[in-house]
């Protein structure tokens, strides 16, 4: 693991642990990174529980709990659905804090409106905030990833502080 990945790793297991809270990741493009990060930091089980890796929309659907009409409406790369993902996760788990990613890492895959490098966030938070947001990475497959994970660790303590 690199030096930026181990650092957010362990400032938001830190402020998680601070707190009594325990986190669960949903992912689809990350394919799990987001977990093995969060696993590959020594003491994270005091502050994670558990990672959905949900990588088909069936899977979405039954490990989450995403609407199929939330697929078909808006795709399994939108804010509606990585919403009820991060939403899933914290029914389906012991966590107090989700966080899900949903995106196109290329090279295929692109659809009108969204290209190669869309990828969307949900976090949701203690207080009940469910918060939403695309963002649009450059690069090949590898570092639209590398590039998800790090803004999916880089934003929650932010959002914790703010929101928790």
Sequence with gaps: MDDELSTLSAATGALLRERGWLLAT???CTGGWIAQVVTATA???SWFDCGFVSYSNAAKQSLLGVAPATLLEHGAVSEQTVREMASGAIVRSR???AL??????GPGGAVPGK???TVCF?????????IAETHRFAGDREAVRHQTVVHALQSLPRLLRRHG
């Design 26 to 28: 949903a992912e689809s």
């Design 43 to 45: 003491g994270s089980s």
């Design 95 to 97: 966590a107090q804090v």
């Design 100 to 105: 899900a990613v949903s995106g196109i890492a």
């Design 115 to 117: 290209p190669v490098g």
């Design 122 to 130: 949900a976090w949701a938070l203690p207080d009940g905030t469910l």
